[in-house]
T-cell receptor, first 110, second 114 residues
Framework: RKEVEQDPGPFNVPEGATVAFNCTYS??????FFWYRQDCRKEPKLLMS???SGNEDGRFTAQLNRASQYISLLIRDSKLSDSATYLC???????????FGTGTSLTVIP | EPEVTQTPSHQVTQMGQEVILRCVPI?????FYWYRQILGQKVEFLVS????????KSEIFDDQFSVERPDGSNFTLKIRSTKLEDSAMYFC????????????FGSGTRLTVV
């Protein structure tokens, strides 16, 4: 069973577009959620934590829907520099291990 | 901004050889981790380490693997008798005290087994 599932994409969007990614998780007791960004052959870098109330950081908005067991990431006004793979990450209760999704590839086109 | 440092950045080794991957976690962090990512696949958990012992490990982390914190700053992953399928990026990470605000990952060691 996959703990975390993501649509791998790829998503190809023009500059300035709004794009949204979803990620579903299987364990309803999962307690912490994150979005990470990974550039080609680089380490994952924390983009934002995802809180129950939803949170926003500039052009990025993350939402958590516990009832449906999914988290989302919305990117507004896409920039060329947003091109990367976006990784959904979940921590299960009682542990400190990250479960990564396979990632969603985004390419922003000029 | 504090960093997790990994060395070497790239290691090529012959099948059957032992390798040691090195990491210097962020100095005030208490939890340390190793993850790996086979090319084109997802990032996978190997092991977490706290208070000088393994706190969690995955099925991947079998007897071929070991971790050590030989001094106050380094955190190492040893892979004995490497196999071709061990070729991957190996990422070290640290967190303080629990990862509820996310880990910081090192830039990784690319291991190529030939």
């Amino acid at each position: 069973r996959k703990e975390v599932e993501q649509d791998p994409g790829p998503f190809n969007v023009p500059e300035g577009a709004t794009v949204a990614f979803n990620c579903t998780y299987s364990n309803s007791a999962s307690q912490s959620f994150f979005w990470y960004r990974q550039d080609c052959r680089k380490e994952p870098k924390l983009l934002m934590s995802v809180y129950s109330s939803g949170n926003e950081d500039g052009r990025f908005t993350a939402q958590l829907n516990r009832a449906s067991q999914y988290i989302s990431l919305l990117i507004r006004d896409s920039k060329l520099s947003d091109s990367a793979t976006y990784l959904c990450v979940v921590i299960l209760p009682g542990g400190n291990q990250f479960y990564f999704g396979t990632g969603t590839s985004l390419t922003v086109i000029p | 901004e504090p960093e997790v440092t990994q060395t070497p950045s790239h290691q090529v080794t012959q099948m059957g050889q032992e390798v040691i991957l090195r990491c210097v976690p962020i100095s005030n962090h208490l939890y340390f981790y190793w993850y790996r990512q086979i090319l084109g696949q997802k990032v996978e958990f190997l092991v977490s380490f706290y208070n000088n012992e393994i706190s969690e490990k995955s099925e991947i982390f079998d007897d071929q693997f070991s971790v050590e914190r030989p001094d106050g700053s380094n955190f190492t992953l040893k892979i004995r008798s490497t196999k071709l399928e061990d070729s991957a990026m190996y990422f070290c990470a640290s967190s303080d005290p629990l990862p509820t605000i996310g880990y910081t990952f090192g830039s990784g060691t690319r291991l190529t087994v030939v």
